[in-house]
């Protein structure tokens, strides 16, 4: 099985401010990207896909580039409520099979 | 409402001692899977099923056991020959419908 690589963490950055999250995977013929958000002792919550085109959903802005195998995750106005560790993960397959997860970076919003 | 189930919350094993810990869907989602995570680190899967009475061994299989009766039900049975069992165990299911996968709220598995 290949690898999704995240910055290790954690951060912590003022209420407000703009944090970025960087992941990269080795497996070239992924088909599919995604980042789960995980609270504390909680289980983990799909937070968005992610498309080559880029997307937006609110504050949060997902990049995938195929040549490089990096995916990112940009938080612009960082609530306290953002406080989690956020996962990046690969589906190497099509279809109903297993994810490859990363071991997340640990975001830590202070007031 | 439909959902993932995983029981118990806690669960204490002894030394030697199997135990089973219970995963149930209703949302009639084809694969199930099982998951383990350790403190700071990432997900790291141990069995999957894509199909009632199939399953395929995870990377980390070793000591674990499971079984697909019913497409509703996923149970892992964590052997004594797994002598590290203490860890966070996460269930999720999938369709090609609703990918990616979704989780059970988990188990978190202690030794006594």
């Known amino acids: 099985r290949k690898e999704v690589e995240q910055d290790p963490g954690p951060f912590n950055v003022p209420e407000g401010a703009t944090v970025a999250f960087n992941c990269t995977y080795s497996?070239?013929?992924?088909?599919?990207f995604f980042w789960y958000r995980q609270d504390c002792r909680k289980e983990p919550k799909l937070l968005m896909s992610v498309y080559s085109s880029g997307n937006e959903d609110g504050r949060f802005t997902a990049q995938l580039n195929r040549a490089s195998q990096y995916i990112s995750l940009l938080i612009r106005d960082s609530k306290l409520s953002d406080s989690a560790t956020y996962l990046c993960?690969?589906?190497?397959?099509?279809?109903?099979?297993?994810?490859?997860f990363g071991k997340g970076t640990r975001l830590s919003v202070i007031a | 409402d439909g959902g993932i189930t995983q029981s118990p919350k806690y669960l204490f094993r002894k030394e030697g001692q199997n135990v089973t810990l219970s995963c149930e869907q209703n949302l009639n989602h084809d694969a199930m899977y099982w998951y383990r995570q350790d403190p700071g680190q990432g997900l790291r899967l141990i069995y999957y099923s894509q199909i009632v009475n199939d399953f395929q061994k995870g990377d980390i299989a070793e000591g674990y056991s499971v079984s697909r009766e019913k497409k509703e039900s996923f149970p892992l049975t964590v052997t004594s020959a797994q002598k590290n069992p203490t860890a966070f165990y996460l269930c999720?299911?999938?369709?090609?419908?609703?990918?990616?996968?979704?989780f059970g709220d988990g188990t978190r598995l202690s030794i006594l």
């Open positions: 999720a299911s999938s369709s090609e419908r609703t990918l990616p996968q979704h």
């Open positions: 993960v690969v589906n190497e397959n099509s279809g109903n099979t297993p994810l490859v």
């Open positions: 497996n070239s013929a992924s088909q599919s």
